[in-house]
């Protein structure tokens, strides 16, 4: 399993952002997949998640409205698309496979693999 992000950089507060990541060595349309979060000094923590059918989508509240995520099982790619970003944003994201094709993963737990991680930093 390769995950591979891309998309992080700096960006003023109430600007947008698109996170990529393209998966590897397994048959992505098969597997449930998510982003997580680390931001310094604190553990990591879910934000969004979307199940095998797209249309089942899951979010942190704290980003809930702000940050779509979605999938193109064509060409085997995981985006999170932020909006609104906020200072409290900032951290490392990492796209997760999930560990059960069927589950949703909405827990450190419940994921399989992970990503090397692309880092936002939002400016206030």
């Known amino acids: 399993v390769q995950l591979v992000e891309s998309g992080g950089g700096l960006v003023e507060a109430g600007g947008s952002l698109r996170l990529s990541c393209v998966a590897s060595?397994?048959?992505?349309?098969?597997?449930?997949m998510g982003w997580f979060r680390q931001a310094p000094g604190k553990e990591r923590e879910f934000v969004a998640a979307i199940g095998r059918i797209a249309t089942n989508t899951y979010y942190a509240d704290s980003v809930k409205g702000r940050f779509t995520i979605s999938r193109d099982n064509a060409k085997n790619t995981l985006l999170l698309q932020m909006n609104s970003l906020e200072p409290e944003d900032t951290a490392d994201y990492y796209c997760v496979q999930s560990a059960n094709p069927f589950g949703a993963v909405v827990s450190v737990s419940a994921v399989g693999s992970w990503g090397q991680g692309t880092q936002v930093t939002v400016s206030s």
């Open positions: 060595g397994f048959t992505f349309s098969n597997y449930g």
